[in-house]
């Protein structure tokens, strides 16, 4: 066995995570239908989807820590004696042992798509009960009609219809999320800051740690095709 074949064997692995990823947008959908139809954030089966959320951040983290594990153990191996390949199984798992051990429940609640899935519900939530609130039928429809007008979906990077809007956590501005990731890593890789490109934002420094996904947001785009005949 080679340390090619693990680094090979390794990047496989990696590819999962996009799966986890996709898992976990797929229980957020049906928690926001669950939530739209019942009309509460309140409904026990909203706290097992969570749970599976976090079963799945879990997931993601192992497999983040097992990555980490074994590029550390390669690292040391390649620069020691051959026949220390041999003991590279046992030096993976004590490694894994170690940094998941330092994994708490809060890190779990703190993972990205887990935040992102408990602040759309009670956005979610908000947006239902102030529709319930409209005295009549026509004057929610118009509601409706008029808080899509008003809503900005247009990437102001791409100036193009977002697909899949990130919320900037720190000003609160939306991007589409391809365009926004490919304009950082790009900044980042030239040594420079990415501004927040919105006219007036003060905002000079967006990292991809601020940005979010927004689902409520992107339930509305998706809204918004549909009633304008969009596909």
């Known amino acids: ?19 986890i990823g996709t898992g976990m947008d797929i229980v957020a959908e049906v928690a926001l239908d669950l ?48 026949e220390a390949i041999f003991s590279l199984k046992d030096s993976v798992k004590e490694q894994f042992t ?5 994994v ?3 890190d779990l609640q703190q993972h990205s798509k887990v935040v992102a899935f408990k602040g759309s519900i009670k956005k979610c939530a908000q947006q239902v009960s102030q529709a319930a ?3 009549t039928e026509e004057e929610l429809d118009e509601d409706i009609a008029v808080t899509q007008s008003q809503t900005n979906f247009t990437c102001p990077l791409t100036q193009l219809e977002m697909v899949n809007p990130m919320k900037n956590k720190k000003c609160q501005h939306h991007y589409d999320q391809a365009a926004a990731v490919a304009m950082i890593k790009n900044k980042h890789s030239n040594k420079k ?21 927004d689902l409520v947001m992107k339930r509305m785009i998706q809204n918004h095709k549909r009633q304008t005949g969009k596909t």
């Open 104 to 106: 708490s429940d809060t």
């Open 133 to 135: 609130a409209a005295s």
């Open 35 to 82: 939530v739209e139809a019942q009309g509460t954030d309140n409904d026990p089966n909203l706290k097992k989807l969570e749970l599976m959320m976090l079963d799945c951040a879990r997931l993601d983290t192992e497999i983040n820590c097992f990555v980490e594990s074994v590029e550390q153990i390669c690292s040391q191996v390649g620069s020691e004696r051959p």
């Open 98 to 102: 170690e940094l998941m051990s330092a």
């Open 1 to 19: 066995m080679s340390l090619s074949v693990v680094k090979s064997t390794l990047s496989t692995l990696k590819t999962c995570q996009t799966d």
């Open 193 to 213: 800051k990415f501004r927040c490109p919105v006219v007036g934002c003060g905002n000079t420094d967006v990292k991809l740690s601020d940005l979010e996904p």
